[in-house]
């Protein structure tokens, strides 16, 4: 259990597009470099697997949500760079909204006490 603890925690199901979204709107990534950006920002407490970000990144780029050009990455190696499109913004505006809205009625249900009810 301890070591598991010691962990970073993993991602809500649902949530990778949303964070892999948010990633690409602070500047374009190649794909590992979205993963960095993910741990980065979380604080190294997110672990995203990279057999579950790759996939997003196929499915939110065929859904036109951000669009990759190929380049060449800090080590000189041939890496697809992704970046937010104007769908992909909107995407996230609506995402992240309804994020805030489940994360205020959870919230709300987790702190309810009995005699409230």
Do not use: C
């Not at 769908?87 to 009995?114: N, Q, Y």
């Amino acid at each position: 259990m301890a070591q598991k603890q010691d962990q970073g925690m993993e991602l809500l199901q649902g949530t990778l597009d949303m964070l892999v979204l948010k990633a690409v709107s602070l500047g374009p990534l190649h794909g590992y470099g979205v993963l960095l950006r993910i741990q980065q920002i979380s604080g190294n407490r997110l672990e995203v697997p990279q057999g579950s970000l790759y996939p997003a990144l196929y499915r939110l780029e065929h859904e036109g949500w951000i669009a990759g050009d190929w380049g060449q990455s800090e080590n000189n190696r041939r890496a697809r760079f992704y970046r937010l499109t104007t769908a992909g913004r909107r995407r996230l505006d609506a995402e992240t909204r309804k994020w805030h809205e489940m994360a205020d009625v959870i919230g709300a249900i987790l702190s309810t006490a009995a005699e409230e009810i």
